[in-house]
């Protein structure tokens, strides 16, 4: 029996929507608003939830669901094809190689690499996604969310979306690749659901908050080594478009200069500037405004 | 709900079903091939310690041929050192081809030479290696009394390593049956080292396509240079990959993993599998001078084991949802 490319979505462990990682995120949003009643009104109201830039939103991840089913995943370098290219080009250099350590350890290492590479590079893309002009006019249209919703994850643009696919298939590859030269069939990764036990964790922690108007903040060091909603929601303001680009981990924005804990950061506005919101109104203009020469 | 449930019921089935077809394509290579290979080598090995007491030179050269392939489809296979690590060198004990850099022939004439009892002069490992034997049984006369008694002392050097490998291998049938995740691993982990050492070692550095002799084919640098078997271990190992991966028998490993491969994955190995057998059937010692073809079908056969393992990792196509933030 076939999915629609939809309902895989809510029921697949690998996607953000799963409903599992839906139904933490609400818990944790109930505790934290028995805790903080003030936020109440915020969240709970309609406002929030049918605000024409989450409206926007729900449409846009209909149509982009089936941009990237039919259009981009054609296109996409698979991360096995990446694989098997390391694994060949190391064994040219360096000939055969097999490091011997229990299998534990090694499922423990490759799986560890395989999320710490990933945040990594996605760390350098988001950045890059920010500073350099033309990648810059894809990604507004993410930041041109006026409130933010789980929806908002996806709420990029196609050209967005392959460039993360590639970021995707060259990392897991290559990781995928050295660690197959050097421990051959040994290697394996411990999931929960069929997901790397890592990115499970992190989901059902909250990672939907992310893109949400519930303000939860991470005690003390915490926001130096993990990403807290908060941090991320900082992100999402006009004026700290520069800051916490990190995905999990805060380690790389504390290496990289550009960590901004939540306890300096006061009042949040969502979205882009007045000017440039217009052009990011529609669908159509989600879709074709990157396109345009004159980006406001 | 019930669709759910439905859902879950099938997905507990199969994985069930994957999981009792893999242990059985794993006993069947444990007991048909790894347990098979190790009793025909000590049955070859008898045969040709009986020929070398009786001094029948000819017959003693052909059952050398029968245990150098008996033997390759036990070491190409070799992972008994990884469930007890107690058996970890023994196959270097018996084979000593790429290990060391020394010149075993030299030693050997000098050994003979010399009045020393046989128990002390030949001392080191590889005295009483099949490489040693090789050299003495093609080189000298079987007829020699030195030589008949130096022959005889590596056939039982050899013969207690073999014994060892046999019983490690009988003893620890539970433990490898006991994790079929661990067990595939070892498997395959042994076949890619050695398919990697085939065309390498046995193929490229003997036709000259490795990087290291490049336009310098040589015959001499083949597995057994005095007695022209380094094409019956080629052939060997790719027969012992045949048991592994492609038998007549239903249930081997190539079964189960027709199960869990994509077609097209699948014929990454089988395709050059056949194709390197149907090279090889063709092929005369001579021809390992000209091997090229065969070197890329094991190249393909190599990256094929490969393609399984990226394959068995399940790498989700969740690239897309990698976005967003």
Known sequence: ????????????????????????SFAISVLYLALAPKQRRRNATSKLWLHPSAILDYKYFFVSVFIKTFMLLPLLLSAQQVSLYSYE??????????????REIVIGLYTAALFIVSDFTRYWLHRLLHTVPVLWRFHKVHHSAKVLTP?????????ENLLFGFRYALSIGTVTGV??????????????????????????????????????????????????????QIHHSSSHFDKNYGGYLAIWDLIFGSLQRSLDTKILRFG????????????????LTPFTRRTP | MKKSCLLLILLLTTSLWAEVTNKEALRHTYERVVLHNIDTSVTALHGLEEAIRAKQAADAKARFGDLVTAWKKVRALYFLGELDPAYLDTPRLIDTFHHGNEDLADQLDLILESDDPLEIALFKNSHKSINALEYLLFTKKVSDPRVNAAMLRICGAVKTHLF????????????????????????????????????EWRIADVAGISDKYEGDPDLRRGEYPHSGNSLQAVKAIVSMYIQVLDSPQEGDFGDYLESILAAKNLQRIKTPLQQSHTLLAQMQERDLLTSRKLYEQLHTLHLGIYVYLIDALKMQAKILDADGD
């Open chain 1, 151 to 159: 929806f908002t994850f996806y709420r990029v643009h196609p050209v």
């Open chain 1, 179 to 232: 660690f197959l030269f050097l421990f051959g069939a040994m290697i394996d990764i411990h999931t929960v659901l069929g997901v790397n036990i890592f990115i499970f964790i992190f989901s059902l922690l909250g990672s939907n908050l992310r893109h949400s108007h519930i303000p939860l903040r991470y005690p003390g060091f915490l926001e130096y080594l993990f990403i807290s909603p908060r941090q991320h």
């Open chain 2, 164 to 199: 060892d490998i046999q019983k490690g291998y009988l003893q620890n049938k539970p433990l490898f049956l006991q994790d079929t995740n661990r067990a595939n691993a070892l498997l395959i982990n042994a076949l890619s080292e050695s398919s990697y050492k085939l065309k």
């Open chain 1, 272 to 287: 882009l500037h007045k000017t440039q919101m217009r052009s990011y109104t529609t669908l159509r203009q989600l879709l």
């Open chain 1, 1 to 24: 029996m076939e999915q629609l490319p939809l309902t895989e979505y809510f029921i697949d462990p690998n996607r953000r929507l799963f409903w599992l990682y839906l139904l933490s």
């Open chain 1, 89 to 102: 080009l190391l064994s040219s250099q360096f000939g055969y190689m097999r490091l011997r350590l229990p």
